[in-house]
C-alpha cells in the first residue's frame, strides 16, 4: 500500500495544476489591469507652472485620438519625444519636461498613450506603439522637425514603446531611463512569477535592442525597486553601439533625475553632445 504521503502527491499536483490554470486564466482578462496604470485627471498645466506650450491633437494609425503637449524652446538644438512610464499621465511629467527644457535646451512633446489624461480608448502594447508613431509623425510632418534633431526618450514603460519606435524610424538618439528586458522577465521578479508562461504582453525589449541602428544612453538608479538593476544592464550589453551606461547611486525607480542632480543631467548632456551636428535650424 502506497503511504498516504507519496498517495496524496498526484493530487496535489494535480490542485497546484488547476490553481495556475485558473490564475492564469484571470491574468488572461485582467493582465492590462496589472500592467497599466492609467490617471485621468491632470494634476498640473503647462499654464499653470508658466511653461509655454500647445495643445496638441494626435490620431493613431487605428483612429483612435491622443491628446499631449508640445512645449518649445527658441533655437532649440534638439526635440525630445518623451514616453512616459506605466502609472499616471503627461501631467506628472512636467517637472522633468522643465529640467529638459533649461538643462539640455530641449523642446519637448508629451503625449499620452491611449487610456491616459485626455487620450481615448484603453492602452494594450500594440496600442502604445501605434501612438507613439503617431507622435513622431507630428513632429516631422506637423512641426517640420528633422528625424536628426529628434531624441527618443523613454521612462520604463516608456523605454519599450520608444526602443519599438526607434527600429523603424530613425531619430538622431535613444534616452532609457529604468528599461526592462520584458515583461515575461518583470513577472518573474514579482509574485506572480508562476504566470509568466500565460502573459501575452510581450514588449520584448532584449530581442529588439539587438536591432538597435542609433546611439543609446541607458540611465539606471542602482537602487530600482521595480526593475532590477541587472535587467537594464543586460539590455545595455545586448545592444550594439555606439551606447553608454550611467548608473545613477542611491535612486530608485522614479527618483533618477531628482537624486541623480546635475551629475544626471549632464550624463544626458555629454551623451548628446557626442552625436554627429544636427542639420541647421532654420
Same mark, same amino acid.
Given at each position: 500500500m502506497l503511504r498516504p504521503a507519496l498517495r496524496s502527491a498526484p493530487f496535489a499536483v494535480l490542485r497546484l495544476t488547476l490553481v495556475l490554470s485558473a490564475l492564469g486564466g484571470l491574468l488572461l482578462l485582467f493582465e492590462t489591469r496589472?500592467?497599466?496604470?492609467?490617471?485621468?485627471?491632470?494634476?498640473?498645466?503647462?499654464? =499653470?507652472? =508658466?511653461?509655454?506650450?500647445?495643445?496638441?491633437?494626435?490620431?493613431?494609425?487605428?483612429?483612435?485620438? #491622443?491628446? =499631449?503637449?508640445?512645449?518649445?524652446?527658441?533655437?532649440?538644438?534638439?526635440?525630445?519625444?518623451?514616453?512616459?512610464?506605466? %502609472?499616471?499621465?503627461?501631467?506628472?511629467?512636467?517637472?522633468r519636461t522643465l529640467f529638459l527644457q533649461t538643462r539640455l535646451g530641449a523642446s519637448v512633446l508629451l503625449?499620452?498613450?491611449?487610456?491616459?489624461?485626455?487620450?481615448?480608448?484603453?492602452?494594450?502594447?500594440? =496600442?502604445?506603439?501605434?501612438? %507613439?508613431?503617431? %507622435?513622431?509623425?507630428?513632429?516631422?510632418?506637423?512641426?517640420?522637425?528633422?528625424?536628426?534633431?529628434?531624441? #527618443?526618450?523613454?521612462?520604463? #514603460?516608456?523605454?519599450?514603446?520608444?526602443?519599438?519606435?526607434?527600429?523603424?524610424?530613425?531619430?538622431?538618439?535613444?534616452?532609457?531611463? %529604468?528599461?526592462?528586458?520584458?515583461?515575461?522577465?518583470?513577472a518573474r521578479t514579482t509574485i506572480f512569477f508562476p504566470l509568466a508562461p500565460f502573459v501575452r504582453t510581450r514588449y520584448d525589449n532584449l530581442e529588439k535592442v539587438a536591432r538597435l541602428r542609433m546611439p543609446l544612453l541607458v540611465l539606471q538608479g542602482d537602487h530600482d525597486e521595480v526593475v532590477p538593476f541587472a535587467q537594464g544592464r543586460r539590455l545595455f550589453e545586448a545592444a550594439p553601439g555606439p551606447k553608454r551606461f550611467f548608473t545613477i547611486p542611491g535612486a530608485g525607480h522614479n527618483d533618477a533625475y531628482f537624486v541623480g542632480g546635475d551629475a544626471y543631467w549632464q550624463a544626458i548632456a555629454d551623451f548628446l553632445a557626442g552625436l554627429p551636428d544636427p542639420v541647421p535650424r532654420d
Open positions: 496589472f500592467i497599466y496604470f492609467p490617471s485621468r485627471a491632470h494634476e498640473a498645466t503647462p499654464a =499653470g507652472l =508658466g511653461l509655454p506650450s500647445e495643445e496638441v491633437r494626435l490620431t493613431a494609425e487605428d483612429g483612435v485620438r #491622443l491628446h =499631449g503637449w508640445f512645449l518649445p524652446v527658441r533655437g532649440a538644438r534638439w526635440t525630445v519625444l518623451l514616453s512616459h512610464g506605466n %502609472a499616471g499621465n503627461i501631467s506628472h511629467r512636467l517637472d503625449y499620452d498613450y491611449r487610456g491616459y489624461g485626455k487620450s481615448e480608448g484603453s492602452p494594450d502594447e500594440r =496600442g502604445t506603439y501605434r501612438d %507613439a508613431r503617431a %507622435a513622431f509623425r507630428y513632429l516631422v510632418e506637423q512641426r517640420q522637425v528633422p528625424p536628426e534633431r529628434l531624441v #527618443l526618450f523613454g521612462e520604463s #514603460l516608456g523605454s519599450a514603446v520608444s526602443l519599438d519606435l526607434a527600429l523603424s524610424h530613425p531619430a538622431a538618439a535613444l534616452v532609457l531611463e %529604468a528599461p526592462f528586458t520584458s515583461v515575461r522577465d518583470m
